[in-house]
């Protein structure tokens, strides 16, 4: 085992977008037993700090990996197309328009009705949008330029989440109102 593996590597999968949650766990779970600091304490202090090392990797990488969104990233970015969200906000003009006016119509929504339509409208959209993103990654054509595409849809799914987190808390705050 080479702590500085990538994480498919690491945990033993096939470096592809597309990961069955089952297999994942099982790979972690597995690791993570062998791992595990209380597996070392009889060994002492230094073997004890190296298996928190190793079971804090073994850890990050699972998290990394069972987020669709965070497997994404990560594979653009071992493909050299890394997303760069913090430095790179720069989406298509239609999807501008399209975020600009799903803000205007949680901003208008009056009712839990129009809050759920809304976010049945931008969950499709999310679906439809990692559907692409598995396919520029881990389809016939997978390669730099699927990567770089797979990149700019990571960081409009940015996007979506953010809006979706918003959509969640306004249907939060009716259920809180009508159990008041």
Request: charged letters at 30%; a negative charge.
């Amino acid at each position: 085992m080479n702590i500085d593996a990538d994480d498919f590597t690491l945990l033993g999968l096939p470096r592809r977008f597309a990961l069955e949650r089952a297999q994942l766990d099982t790979a972690w779970k597995a690791l993570q037993a062998k791992v595990h600091p209380d597996r070392f304490a009889a060994e002492g202090g230094a073997a004890q700090r190296l298996a928190m090392q190793w079971a804090v990797r073994v850890n990050e990488a699972h998290q990394r990996l069972k987020d669709p969104l965070k497997r994404a990233a990560y594979l653009c970015e071992l493909a050299g197309a890394a997303v760069q969200a913090h430095d790179n906000t720069a989406m298509p003009g239609d999807f501008l328009m399209q975020q600009m006016s799903w803000r205007e119509a949680l901003d208008e929504a009056g009712t839990v009705a129009e809050v759920e339509a809304l976010s049945g409208e931008v969950t499709a959209q999310r679906k439809a949008r990692l559907a692409r993103v598995g396919e520029l990654l881990d389809g016939p054509g997978a390669n730099a330029d699927g990567a770089a595409l797979a990149a700019k849809e990571v960081r409009a799914l940015m996007f979506i989440d953010r809006l979706l987190e918003e959509v969640d808390n306004r249907l939060q705050r009716y259920e809180d109102e009508e159990g008041a």
